[in-house]
């Protein structure tokens, strides 16, 4: 089963934005199977994002990310990869369009509320620096 990490960033946590995250995932038929409320040690938050390290904007985005808990979490099923990413919309919220997580809640790119892994092999790369094998659940195969 295709599995993705998604992680509420500090703007939605103190937004109180948790819940509603979470409840669009689980209405869409997504299964949760890791989840935790977490503040990212700042060497953490460089390797996450890591292909930014070039970016005009990398300090401000790993001071961002590291400034408040963030609500880490990993989902599986069908296609959860590109679902999520329409889901939450464009990275821009100025961009992104209503009904998606950014388009009803975003404004500005940096506080754009959410992350989701955006292909196969970041998914793999990022569920792996937040969790551990044991913290992920087994659902049961008869539902
Ligand atoms: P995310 O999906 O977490 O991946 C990289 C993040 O960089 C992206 O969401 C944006 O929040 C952030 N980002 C992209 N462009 C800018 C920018 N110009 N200034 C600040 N942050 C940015």
Known sequence: MEKTYLMVKPDG?????????????????????????????R???????????ERPFFGELVDFITSGPVFAMVWQGENVIATARQMMGATNPKDAAPGTIRGD???????N?????DSPESAAREMGLFF????????SKLI
Do not use: C, D, W
Not at 132 to 139: D, I, R, S, T, W
């Open 43 to 53: 060497e953490l938050a460089e390797e996450h994002y890591g292909e930014h390290k």
């Open 13 to 41: 946590v103190q937004r109180n934005l948790i819940g509603e995250v979470v409840t669009r995932f689980e209405k869409k038929g997504f299964q949760l199977v890791g989840a935790k409320l977490m503040n990212i040690p």
């Open 132 to 139: 551990k094998q044991e913290e992920l659940a087994e659902h």
């Open 113 to 117: 509320i959410i992350h989701g892994s």
């Open 105 to 111: 809640f975003g404004v500005t790119v940096g506080k």
